[in-house]
């Protein structure tokens, strides 16, 4: 009986921590940017917010690499609450994002 009581509350006490395995440590948002040079192409741009104390971001490719960023800022250290933006060349439709960290990796597909 006392192995049983054991085991139940081993369970209660584990499965919490990896109950969110698969969440990523981030939020995440996509917009447009206003063109400084060519007002009718704006440049899309990736934000990421950190869930977590401490977040390395490495990578970040939209269209599995076929968008090209305006600059290769890595790595990005994160806090909790702060905030990093990636800027990407105009013309480029953000369908996938895959970010990757010192956390693991990402993607993310919009809809």
Sequence with gaps: MK???FFVLSLAFFLPAY???NEAPFLIS??????PIFRDMPMPAVEIVSKADLL???????????CKRST???PK?????????FVFLPQCN?????????????????Q
Excluded: C, Y
Aim: glycine share 8%; proline share 2%.
């Design 94 to 110: 953000v369908i996938q994002i895959n970010v990757k960290t010192d956390q693991g990796s990402w993607e993310f597909n919009k």
């Design 30 to 35: 996509t917009q447009n940017l206003p063109n």
């Design 56 to 66: 390395t971001i490495q990578d970040v490719n939209v269209n599995r690499g076929n």
């Design 3 to 5: 192995k049983i009581i």
């Design 77 to 85: 250290k994160l806090k909790f609450g702060e905030k990093a933006l």
């Design 72 to 74: 290769n800022n890595f």
């Design 19 to 21: 109950g969110n395995e």
